[in-house]
Each structure stands twice: as structure tokens, then as C-alpha cells.
């Protein structure tokens, strides 16, 4: 079973604009990690937050993280065609990760 | 190596055939993941290895569905009497330690995945 939900689940802009995406779980967590994923094959790791962290920055990411009300958002920004992808967050659960079902971005030129 | 890798890359089998799926690690880590990915879904856990034991197998979907680990290095998942609804990406990734309660679970590496097609 999943353990988050995410939104949107299809977000489209245009080069350059922001994105933002969010993610919602359900269980106390330690850390939470962001994946991108092109084209349903393997997943890449963006970036670890831990729970005792509220925001954390690599590159062109933002990510936030608001224990209180178990939801955090990953921001791209000046984005570009390159970024289209699917985006995923993800919990630990026991010894194993749990996925939201993910963002689909699409960045047009 | 360089990068959890995956064979086969493609895989196109008859309902009712055994097939084996194989995830090599990246060399040192001790943990080790399968999940599945449904045409469109997310990402379904099914089994995980710390070493060669594999202290939760939950996500199997069935008793058809079997995973092994030896040398705390390579896997095989099979699948016996493949059923068209087995038709998935698998996906493969390691981590280093795999982490701990304390400060959660280390980042994990993805293979590039299987594309199973059962007809």
C-alpha cells in the first residue's frame, strides 16, 4: 500500500516557470527522500530531508518539510525540458521505502 | 561496478511460464530491494534483503513470486506460472546499509529495471 498522496498528479509548464509538487504521508517519519524518474525505468535520488530539518536546498530544488502536518513540497525552479519527469516521494517503513503514487511534470520550451 | 544493474533489460514470456529476473548491487551494499510498477502507478514494494536474509517479504503478491540473495551480493526474483496481471517494470536498488530506525533509511540506487510482458 502506499503511504503518501501526492499532487498534483500532472502539472505542466513552461521553461523557465516554477514547479512545485507536494507530498502528504501518514506515519511518523525520520527522513523523507525525493525520486525522479524518466520514462517508468529507474529512479534517481534527488534529495534526503530529515525530520528534524523544515527546508533544504540543492541546486534548483527546494524541498520543505512540515512534520506537523506530515506533508512536504519539492520546488524546481527556473525549470527546463530536461526536468520533465516523473516525481516521487517517499518514507521509510520498517526496513523498506514507501512511494507516493508521484507527479508527472512536463516542461515545454 | 559502477550502478545497480538489471538483466534482462526486456522480457516477453507465455502465461503459465517460470522466469527468473536477476538485480546485481552495487559492490559493498548490504541492502537490497525489489519493488514493481504498474503501467501509470506508483512504485509497490515487494520484498527486501539486509545481507542474504530478507527480513520482510510483505509485498510478494503471491507464493508465486520468490526472491533469493547469496553471497549478499546478486538476486533473482522468480516468478512461477506467470499470470498476465504480473505484466510490470521490476526494479532493483540497493543502499549501503540500508539505514537505521534512528535516522531513517539511507538513499537507494536504482537499476534501470526489467519490463516483464506475460501474453
Redesign the interface.
Known amino acids: 500500500s ?1 503511504q503518501g498522496e501526492e499532487d498534483p498528479q500532472a502539472l505542466s509548464i513552461q521553461e523557465g516557470e516554477n514547479a512545485t509538487m507536494n507530498c502528504s504521508y501518514k506515519t511518523s ?3 523523507l ?1 525525493w ?1 525522479r524518474q524518466n520514462s ?6 534527488l534529495i ?1 530531508i ?2 528534524n530539518e523544515r527546508e533544504k536546498h540543492s541546486g534548483r530544488l527546494r524541498v520543505t518539510l512540515d512534520t506537523s502536518k506530515k506533508s512536504s513540497s519539492l520546488l524546481i525552479t527556473a525549470s527546463r525540458a530536461a526536468d520533465t519527469a516523473s516525481y ?1 516521494c517517499a518514507t ?1 517503513q ?9 507527479t508527472e511534470l512536463s516542461v515545454k520550451p | 561496478g559502477a550502478g545497480v544493474s538489471q538483466s534482462p533489460s526486456n522480457k516477453v514470456t507465455e502465461k503459465g511460464k517460470d522466469v527468473e529476473l536477476r538485480c546485481d548491487p552495487i559492490s559493498g551494499h548490504t541492502a537490497l530491494y525489489w519493488y514493481r510498477q504498474s503501467l501509470g502507478q506508483g512504485l509497490e514494494f515487494l520484498i527486501y534483503f539486509q545481507g542474504n536474509s530478507a527480513p520482510d517479504k510483505s509485498g510478494l503478491p503471491s507464493d508465486r513470486f520468490s526472491a533469493e540473495r547469496t553471497g549478499g551480493s546478486v538476486s533473482t526474483l522468480t516468478i512461477q506460472r506467470t499470470q498476465q496481471e504480473d505484466s510490470a517494470v521490476y526494479l532493483c536498488a540497493s543502499s549501503l546499509t540500508g539505514g537505521g530506525l534512528a535516522g531513517g533509511l539511507d538513499e537507494q540506487f536504482f537499476g534501470p529495471g526489467t519490463r516483464l510482458t506475460v501474453l
Open positions: 502506499q517519519i525520520n527522513n527522500q525520486y517508468g525505468r529507474g529512479l534517481v535520488h534526503l530529515r525530520s516521487f521509510g520498517g526496513g523498506k521505502l514507501i512511494f507516493g503514487q508521484g
